[in-house]
């Protein structure tokens, strides 16, 4: 590579040529027209290509076509190259600012036609609103410029360049640059034009840009403009319609700040908008306007004057075929969704999303935490030296970076709080861009994660901090020593609102202990919430070697250093089905509580700002699952942070079956984002009367046999089970080990909440440890009566001193089979285990078992430390169903407390089974699946999983919790299972 071109790739620098200073994204009547579409396209492995291509009269026949905006590696099945994970990890060695000379330079070109009515424009501005991760721009063959900050727009002025009629654009992007070094998100790095390219006419006497900044207070609204426009663009006038405003400014001296009067506030909840217009003869902006007013308060974060909770996510732009690419139809439907499972916040992690997800964000009513384009997360791995956080050469390109970020989005009401960015260390740059902020929008905070010490920043924000940890931030009067702090720096910190910017790591099958979290922002003032690592999986469609697609993570396209699967933590699979992760969420969330006492609910509206009029409240009564009352609860306006007792309906309470009242609270008609009756929030009260578990009967007599009877539907050869209701079965059989989840694979950091781990290794490295994957059993003794099966086993894995004893009883009761299994462990375990179930077998036979039927908790699949999402009902599904197709294939399908389960083969019932209660009161759980755990195990994902008909049934007397380790705390120890005596009592009959 030349040293030109290298000293080029390697400038700190933002970039040459682009406007200054970088203005709002703007409505505009005035005429322009997209580039999007197809150009042509060549890639080269390297940067040091030849720039002729730029020249007018190249000839590019010969290049292939592409589309723009996408990404070049998700085109072309592979040809151009293959999309890289890493989180942290730098795909290229650590020389800062250098990079290799292997950086694979995409060069494009395409023809656009000026009309001639543009000639009376002022100038003509050439747009683009994202491209990784360095581009150089040429027009008619003259050099315009060029730019970095992938998520960022960048406008050049291009009118000395073009002409009336033909002309053509050229564009060289490297997937590689300087500014690759402060672009290090958690992310696929996926090079390309992936957002719009527009050419913009300026007209004389035009508007160059627009900031109303509003405010609100006690019905009163405010408007405090900024017009940025030649003096002969004068008189400006401003209309908002619906108020009544029509302000006309004759020249920029007279544009001043108004109020208004009768005005209703902007919140997330109550998203309301006014249309507005600033117009000059020669050209109208659109907006809409939104009055709230961002305070903090002592330790409090307030709009409007109330203090706000963050139910948030953070949201990447990702989709599995387009990657980044905008498609507004989809965001749409993904900001919906997230209404409707009660998420009313977004943090733009780690970069500003494209501009008109925050259109729609002010429409559908989000709190939004808006990212600045910035992480250095890699210096991590050599002590964050050389960050350039701290280094002086690199402060034009953080400043650049935030003032694209704030002037672009300005006129957001949904935008809250301005973010520095993501994992950067800390710094003078980061210093001055907070700086900066303040003193540009007085009207925002700003926050930043990395400023431990609170120098900089108007909000303490952590990670991932533990239960015990959010409750210590959230007490009054803590005065103990905050991470990384001196005591001077900790009391500073204290004053401010807290903020979990990212928690509960939402990787696989988890997070658990949402609930924990929750009670703690109602019972803290100060703790505000808030944003669940993360909103979506982002998979990578594709297909596996015979065909089949599948969602591609790290790894998968043959990445030389990649983060495997660590790219799959969403409550959102990639295919956008919710997993039971947000389901539960939105239980935990609800914005609506009920408290049962007696004959009465009490029914707390834990909004920001809206009362319930919205809502209607619906009762229902069931006996075992099954409906038999249902009516309208009359329930008076709820205000806003207020409560209201109201009696409850009369319960028809039934003798001989379980009775439930369920309440759930609906949408009384339709909104943009959810249809009339859609459930916001859901209560159930057990009412049921108490009825006796059966005793078990003792029985005398036993005697030695060969184990080779039939004990009514069950058939047993050598004390073991081989026919069930006339079908091949084989059971039970302990089953101990679960396919791990990603947190039940991620190392312990030694700082857990349960006391059952050990530092660096994983609570799965220590079940394998333990073979419990690969047990092993020897048969301790056979027994029989008349009407009874006695087996006792020794269980125990190779190379183990460990055991778990074994007695399962099979006896005809009432003339029913029953089962009762005693399992009891050895001494000397020492963590803790993933269950403690029976497994039954069903092989296929003609008709395999291909559903289920249960009362039971359900709908999805619950834990102990998920069960919030979970209500006690009759629930149907098929096999598949049961299962969660998580990205890397792991626990998943447990239905928790289980009363009753009847399998199915197609209309037909197979088998039904009653759990009874221990003695303790306590239910077992079940999970049906095609696989086996150590089938799930050997999976990387889900199409590697063998074909099978064999149906496999596990009965838990308990699981072990979820907890979020992935990138978290451990389960909680509650809910930790530790290794324990259990009983499992089944009555089984033929279906």
Same mark, same amino acid.
């Given at each position: ?5 290298? *000293? ?28 999007? !579409? ?8 390297? %940067? ?51 990079? @290799?000379?292997?950086? =694979? ?29 360095? +581009? ?54 996926? @090079? ?50 619906? $108020? ?88 749409? *439907? ?44 890699? +210096? ?40 520095? /960015?993501?994992? *950067? ?48 931030? !959230? ?35 988890? =997070? ?78 609800? =914005? ?32 075992? !699952? ?30 001989? *079956?379980?009775?439930? $009242? ?58 073991? $089970? ?16 679960? %396919? @791990? ?22 609570? %799965? ?46 006896? $005809? ?26 497994? +039954?077998?069903? =092989? ?10 249960? +009362?039971?908790? /359900? ?131 033929? /279906?």
């Amino acid at each position: 590579m030349s040293s030109e071109l290298s *000293a080029y790739v390697s400038d700190t620098a933002p970039g040459r040529g682009a406007l200054r200073p970088a203005r709002s994204w703007l409505h505009s009547d005035a005429p322009s027209r997209s580039l999007n !579409g197809p150009w042509r396209f060549r890639l080269s492995p390297t %940067a040091s290509v030849a720039e002729d291509f730029a020249a007018e009269g190249f000839d590019d026949h010969g290049w292939d076509s592409i589309p723009v905006p996408s990404h070049w590696v998700l085109q072309g099945d592979g040809i151009y190259g293959r999309p890289i994970y890493t989180n942290i990890q730098f795909p290229f060695p650590i020389d800062p600012p250098h990079v @290799p000379d292997e950086n =694979p330079t995409g060069d494009y070109r395409r023809h656009f036609d000026i009309p001639a009515d543009w000639s009376d424009a002022a100038r003509v501005v050439l747009r683009f609103d994202g491209v990784e991760s360095l +581009f150089k721009v040429w027009v008619n063959g003259v050099e315009i410029g060029s730019a970095s900050g992938s998520r960022l727009a960048h406008e050049f002025d291009v009118t000395s360049a073009v002409r009336t009629g033909d002309n053509v654009v050229a564009v060289r992007a490297h997937q590689w640059s300087a500014a690759s070094y402060v672009e290090d998100q958690d992310q696929w790095w996926l @090079p390309g034009i992936f957002r719009d390219v527009t050419l913009i006419t300026r007209p004389a006497g035009g508007i160059e840009d627009v900031w109303l900044r509003t405010g609100f207070d006690d019905g009163h609204g405010h408007i405090d403009p900024e017009v940025t426009a030649d003096a002969a663009a004068f008189p400006v006038t401003l209309r908002i319609p619906e $108020l009544g405003i029509e302000q006309v400014w004759a020249t920029a001296a007279d544009v001043a700040p108004l109020d208004v009067a009768g005005v209703q506030p902007w919140s997330a909840e109550q998203p309301r908008l006014y249309d507005a217009t600033v117009s000059t003869a020669a050209e109208s902006i659109a907006l809409r306007v939104g009055f709230r007013t961002v305070e903090i308060r002592r330790d409090r974060f307030l709009v409007n004057g109330r203090r706000v909770v963050f139910h948030g996510v953070n949201r990447h732009e990702v989709h599995p075929q387009r990657g980044r690419v905008f498609d507004e139809e989809h965001a749409r *439907a993904d900001l919906a969704r997230m209404k409707r499972f009660n998420v009313n916040a977004i943090r733009t992690s780690h970069y500003p999303p494209h501009p008109r997800l925050l259109d729609l964000a002010d429409e559908l009513g989000f709190w939004v935490v808006l990212e600045c384009d910035l992480e250095t997360h890699g +210096f991590d791995k050599v002590d964050w030296a050389g960050n350039p956080s701290d280094d002086p050469a690199w402060r034009a390109a953080y400043l650049d970076r935030i003032q694209r970020t704030v002037e672009r989005d300005k006129n957001h009401p949904s935008i809250v709080i301005w973010s520095l /960015g993501n994992e *950067a260390g800390t710094g003078s740059n980061l210093a001055a861009m907070s700086a900066w902020v303040h003193a540009r929008d007085a009207g925002r905070p700003v926050h930043y994660e990395g400023d431990y010490t609170g120098e900089y920043t108007d909000i303490y924000s952590r990670m991932y901090a533990t239960v015990l940890e959010t409750e210590q931030l !959230g007490t009054e009067g803590a005065r103990s020593t905050l991470m990384n702090c001196t005591p001077a720096q900790s009391a500073r910190q204290r004053t401010k609102p807290f903020l979990l910017c990212e928690y509960a790591h939402a990787m696989g099958n988890g =997070p658990g202990a949402l609930d924990q979290y929750e009670a703690l922002v109602h019972e803290y003032p100060r703790l505000h919430g808030g944003f669940v690592w993360e909103w979506r999986d982002h998979g990578i469609l594709t297909t596996a070697p015979d065909g089949t697609p599948y969602y591609a993570y790290g790894g998968d396209f043959g990445e030389v250093l990649h983060d495997g699967n660590f790219v799959m933590d969403g409550m959102l699979l990639s295919n956008d089905v919710p997993t039971p992760s947000l389901h539960e969420y939105k239980a935990v969330v609800q =914005p609506v509580r009920f408290v049962f006492d007696g004959d009465t609910v009490a029914i707390t509206n834990l909004r920001h700002s809206a009362d319930t009029s919205d809502l209607r409240f619906r009762w229902r009564v069931e006996h075992d !699952g099954t409906p038999v009352d249902s009516g309208a609860l009359e329930v008076p306006v709820v205000t806003a942070g207020e409560s209201q007792r109201v009696p409850l309906p009369k319960i028809p309470v039934s003798p001989d *079956a379980e009775t439930w $009242l369920t309440i759930d609270a609906v949408l009384a008609a339709g909104t943009p984002w959810a249809p009339e009756e859609h459930v916001i929030a859901t209560a159930q009260l057990d009412r049921s009367i108490p009825r006796p578990v059966p005793a078990v009967r003792l029985r005398t007599g036993w005697q030695p046999g060969d184990g080779t009877l039939t004990l009514g539907i069950a058939e047993f050869a050598n004390g073991s $089970l081989v026919r069930l209701a006339g079908r091949a079965a084989t059971g039970p059989r302990l089953e101990l080990f679960r %396919a @791990p989840t990603d947190n039940d694979e991620s190392p312990s950091d030694g700082v857990e909440e349960s006391d059952a781990s050990i530092a660096g290794v994983s609570n %799965a490295d220590l079940w394998r440890r333990d073979g419990l994957h690969r047990l092993t059993t020897r048969r301790i003794s056979l027994e029989r009566t008349a009407d009874a099966l006695r087996t006792t086993d020794k269980v125990s894995a190779a190379n183990s001193a460990l055991s778990v004893m074994v007695e399962s009883v099979w006896s $005809l009761e009432d003339d029913e089979l029953e089962l009762r299994v005693e399992i009891e462990p050895s001494g000397g375990w020492r963590t803790v285990w993933p269950r403690i179930g029976i497994r +039954f077998d069903l =092989p296929d036979g003609t008709a395999p078992v291909d559903g289920a039927e249960w +009362f039971g908790l /359900g709908p999805l699949e619950s834990y102990p430390d998920s069960l919030r999402a979970a209500r006690t009902g009759h629930f149907s599904s098929t096999i598949g169903d049961l299962s969660v197709d998580y990205a890397r294939p792991q626990e998943t399908g447990h239905r928790s407390q289980l009363r009753r389960l009847t399998l199915a083969s197609g209309d037909t019932e197979v088998l039904r089974i009653v759990a009874i209660p221990d003695t303790h009161g306590r239910r077992p759980g079940f999970t049906l699946s095609r696989h086996t755990p150590q089938q799930i195990t050997q999976a990387g994902h889900p199409f590697e999983l063998p074909d099978t008909t064999t149906s496999h049934l596990i009965i838990d007397a308990a699981q072990h919790g979820l907890g979020s380790r992935a990138c978290g705390p451990d389960v909680w120890p509650e809910f930790a299972l530790r290794p324990e005596s259990r009983t499992i009592r089944l009555r089984i009959t033929e /279906g």
